[in-house]
């Protein structure tokens, strides 16, 4: 357990307590709440925000990412969800900075019968898990947001599902940890043994994998921005997420007058930008929301989420090493779960035991399952190696 330091005392004034590896937004905001507590802290990233939060919308969305086979994951997203107002009016009292949050909630549509039916199997399953889902008919929804198509079936509005922007969010974090004294280190971590620290936080997104040996892989994300003509606000103010002939889209918009919208989901490790992809998401967009064909494109960019084999992070003492803590693999979900993934990994450095809420997210459960299928297979093949042994002796 690392405790924090009163000015007074015996100050080593070369190892830190803390070395986080990632200066994206969970690293960031693991620094600030380490350094906050009075614990010496460094950051080690060549290039700080410039991994999957610069191409993030920033979606604070609960209820709308709720997933069948994911209620663990749902329930840390709901609970983190749950911190963001607090720690928001925190990050900007410490900074002066604006973050971009907006609580307006969340429209989930669907434009024909076959989105809309597909939609509403899940918006059940959001309900059974108590999640506020409010299904809206078109002429409810256009009273919500009048631009909608009038083709747009049916929806539900999600009004805890709120957004904040990754681009602001970064720098605020940034400057919070570095007033709260962290000291941010440029270069590459290639080896954790190159780091001198009491305790180590890997926050490296994809990178954790080379770092850690944890299953943490590229998954492709193209997103599109757009602009609002003439500088204005974008026609609606909700986030818009949608279901067109298929295609699934969100629509994000933002108080500068940017519209993002996103994203594809590919199992693939390069940043290119694909025509194919583009053309996608602008028909999907234009069909639920047909003012943005005369928007200005301004952007099209891809990024690499940090994935796993669950969809879930990995948070905790890597197996053997309670000096090294994994703090990746948000995926989807790394803006939402960053003020629930800094607290209890902030915890876990100080205190020594892990909070009930690390349980299901902890990086040996992937140790876990491969022992046990391990041992399914040594089963099976024992079982046929008897089946032979008695077909021997028929």
């Known amino acids: 357990m690392l405790t924090g330091r009163s000015p007074s005392a015996h100050v080593d004034r070369v ?21 906050a507590r009075g614990l010496r802290v460094t950051v080690h990233d060549p290039a700080p925000g410039s991994g999957a939060s610069s191409v993030a919308a920033g979606m604070l969305s609960p209820v709308a990412e ?3 086979g994911e209620r663990e994951l749902t329930g840390l997203l709901v609970e983190s969800a749950a911190r963001w107002p607090g720690f928001a009016a925190e990050l900007a009292e410490a900074t002066g900075a604006t973050l971009g949050y907006r609580t307006e909630g969340t429209l989930m549509v669907g434009l024909t019968g076959d989105d809309l039916a597909e939609a509403r199997r899940l918006w059940a399953y959001q309900q059974s898990l108590g999640l506020p889902v409010t299904p809206l008919r078109p002429s409810e929804l256009r009273t919500h947001e009048p631009a909608l198509a009038p083709r747009v079936r049916g929806g539900a509005l999600a009004p805890t599902d709120h ?12 400057t919070a940890a570095e007033r709260a004294g962290a000291v941010l280190v440029p270069g590459v971590v290639r080896r954790l043994a190159d780091l001198d620290a009491a305790v180590t936080v890997v926050a490296a997104g994809c990178g954790a994998a080379a770092l850690t040996g944890l299953p943490v892989r590229p998954v492709k994300g193209q997103v599109v921005r757009l602009r609002a003509p003439d500088g204005g606000p974008p026609g ?48 999907a967009a234009v069909e639920l929301m047909p003012e943005l064909a005369e928007y200005d494109l301004v952007e099209t960019v891809a990024g690499r989420r940090p994935g796993t084999p669950d969809n879930a992070p990995i948070l905790g003492a890597l197996p053997g090493r309670p000096d090294v803590l994994a703090a990746t693999g948000h995926h989807r979900h790394g803006i939402v779960l960053t003020p629930v993934t800094a607290d209890l990994i902030a915890d876990l450095v100080t205190g020594g035991v892990p909070d009930p809420l690390l349980a299901p997210f902890r990086p040996d459960r992937f140790t876990a399952r491969a022992d046990s299928a391990d041992a399914s297979a040594a089963g099976v093949a024992d079982a046929a190696n008897q089946r032979t042994e008695e077909e021997s002796w028929s």
């Open 15 to 35: 190892r830190p307590d803390v070395a986080v590896v990632g200066a994206g937004p969970i690293g960031l905001a693991v620094a600030w709440r380490c350094a």
């Open 66 to 68: 709720a997933y069948f």
């Open 163 to 174: 957004q904040v922007d990754p681009r602001l969010l970064v720098p605020a974090l940034r």
């Open 236 to 283: 609606f103010r909700h986030v818009i997420r949608g279901y067109a002939d298929g295609e699934h889209v969100y629509l994000v918009p933002r108080d500068t007058g940017e519209v993002v919208v996103g994203a594809t989901v590919e199992e693939r490790g390069d940043t290119t930008v694909s025509a194919g992809a583009v053309l996608r998401l602008l028909r």
